[in-house]
């Protein structure tokens, strides 16, 4: 079973850049889609950016030109830049496998 550990968390101002990564484990972690969910208080997870084994990309129109999603291959990692970020962009972000696998989630606060 593949394990995900997610960092790059926290608070920021609006207009500001975070970005997260996203650990995996196991050997095999090229052959994998991944994606970036984000999940906000009272509304459902959705899609934010994912990335294929093939290194197709696609992102939610919100989150277009402002967020980019990269792998890589040898560090087992896939990150997610943030910047010119807002206070809708306040959520849970979600690391995932394959749409299947779930990380634990970390939190992104955007406030002033």
């Known amino acids: 079973q593949v394990q995900l550990v997610e960092s790059g968390g926290g608070l920021v101002q609006p207009g500001g850049s975070l970005r997260l990564s996203c650990v995996a484990s196991?050997?095999?972690?090229?052959?994998?889609?991944m994606g970036w969910y984000r999940q906000a208080p009272g509304k459902q997870r959705e899609l934010v950016a994912r990335?294929?084994?093939?290194?197709?990309?696609n992102y939610a129109d919100s989150v277009k030109g402002r967020f980019t999603i990269s792998r890589d291959n040898a560090k087992n990692t896939v990150s997610l830049q943030m910047n010119s970020l807002k206070p809708e962009d306040t959520a849970v972000y979600y690391c995932?496998?394959?749409?299947?696998?779930w990380g634990q989630g970390t939190q992104v606060t955007v406030s002033s």
């Open positions: 995932n496998v394959n749409d299947q696998i």
């Open positions: 196991g050997s095999i972690f090229r052959f994998y889609d």
């Open positions: 990335i294929t084994r093939g290194l197709a990309i």
